[in-house]
């Protein structure tokens, strides 16, 4: 099986690592020339030419960074690929822009997965990613060996945009997670609490979730490098309101984490860990950072 994968930044790039794993022939494009040549020191195929690697392949995969790059590969795809080929891109985008693209790609023939991923980069190497996948059944009955390639768990949610909303909500729900430890963090240290005796009682307690303990060893020690920044969670955060607005919902704390993390980015933390949202929090009860 021929497949041209499009996107390899830090979530692409695993994912088309562990699909040249499974014996198909991989090549990679990417608008970044430095991730191609980050592409190239892993052992992928850079294609001197997308179109005709599209041309050419049975498959198209995409990881993208927001609407428009969506959109722009979707004329692409439909332009180049021949009919008949799945395409199946895992970009976290708008519900709008997502039908759009599959539209686009319909039309021309071409079958269109939406298959959205929950996990960060790290997750993306080991292959622990959560699948999550909606478009015609067929098709996805046929790519399904490829997507559990990226991890344990696969979730089939319908025939159109469940998967991008399962995103948006699993996302609200990680934001108003960090959001939720600011205040209670921020409250216990202005208390008096040891900042690491917080973390150790947290993680064994009845809210020790599994985002909880995936932070709690990097925050314990107030490390903010990034696994997903800041910046990134505006993105997402926006995308999340506005189909809250799409479907008439209020939103208002999710609302609230989103000015949050403004203050962060205010403050110098637009590319730090979204976790950053603790330390606004804590500027505004007074605190250091």
């Excluded at 088309?16 to 014996?23: E, G, V």
């Excluded at 050419?56 to 332009?79: C, I, M, N, R």
């Amino acid at each position: 099986m021929r497949l041209h994968f499009i996107g390899v930044g830090k979530m692409g790039l695993p994912m088309a690592l562990h699909l040249r794993a499974s014996s198909a022939d991989v090549s990679v494009s990417d608008f970044d020339v430095a991730r191609c040549s980050l592409a190239t020191e892993q052992g992928l195929t850079v294609a001197p030419d997308a179109a005709q690697a599209l041309r050419q392949a049975d498959g198209v995969f995409s990881s993208l960074p927001h609407d428009a790059a969506l959109l722009k590969v979707a004329e692409q795809v439909a332009t180049h690929a021949k009919p008949g080929t799945f395409w199946v891109d895992t970009s976290t985008v708008s519900l709008t822009a997502s039908a759009q693209a599959a539209q686009i790609g319909e039309a021309a023939g071409i079958e269109c997965v939406r298959t959205t991923v929950s996990g960060n980069n790290k997750m993306a190497e080991a292959a622990q990613l959560t699948v999550l996948a909606s478009g015609p059944r067929t098709t996805y009955d046929r790519v399904l060996p490829l997507l559990q390639r990226w991890g344990p768990n696969q979730f089939y949610l319908g025939e159109a945009e469940q998967a991008r909303l399962m995103k948006l909500v699993i996302n609200l729900m990680i934001a108003q997670t960090s959001a939720m430890l600011g205040e209670a963090l921020t409250l216990g240290r202005k208390g008096g609490l040891d900042w690491h005796d917080m973390w150790r009682v947290m993680g064994a307690s009845a809210v020790a979730s599994p985002i909880v303990k995936a932070k709690a060893a990097q925050l314990s020690e107030r490390d903010f490098s990034a696994t997903f920044t800041v910046n990134q969670m505006v993105k997402d955060l926006d995308l999340i309101l506005g189909a809250g607005s799409d479907h008439q919902v209020p939103l208002p704390q999710t609302a609230l984490t989103r000015q949050l993390m403004d203050a962060a980015r205010a403050h110098g933390d637009a590319d730090a860990d979204y976790a950053a949202i603790i330390k606004a929090v804590e500027r505004s009860a007074g605190l250091s950072t």
